[in-house]
């Protein structure tokens, strides 16, 4: 399982095909060249996923930003990395 203390140093890298933002943002990605739509905060986290910021930049960033709880943020991002990992959106690096 993967848990916030593990995932915090890691550094995310975007390596979807092709990205267009609209209100949302579209991702394109595998074989098939298959379809995903992210909401604002996903779409932020990709574009946040350059291998340079770890997670917890991202965390930091995003906290900044909404109105949420910490722990609430830590959930939604690890929900998150977890899907954009198993759709081949991003490749996490030390």
Same mark, same amino acid.
């Given at each position: 399982m993967i848990t916030w @203390?593990? /995932? +915090? !140093? #890691?550094?995310?890298? @975007?390596?979807? $095909? +092709? #990205? !267009?933002?609209?209100? @949302?943002?579209m991702v394109?990605?595998? #074989?098939?060249?298959? /379809?995903?739509?992210?909401? +604002?905060?996903g779409g932020e986290?990709? %574009?946040? %996923?350059n291998g340079k910021n770890t997670i917890a930049d991202i965390f930091n960033m995003l906290l900044q930003t909404y109105d949420v709880s910490e722990n609430e943020l830590k959930e939604d991002i690890l929900l $998150?990395? !977890?899907? $954009?990992?198993?759709?081949r959106f991003v490749r996490l690096e030390e």
């Open positions: @203390d593990w /995932i +915090k !140093r #890691k550094k995310p890298v @975007d390596i979807s $095909l +092709k #990205k !267009r933002l609209e209100e @949302d943002i394109i990605y595998g #074989k098939g060249m298959e /379809i995903c739509y992210l909401n +604002k905060v986290i990709i %574009s946040l %996923s $998150l990395i !977890r899907e $954009l990992q198993w759709k």
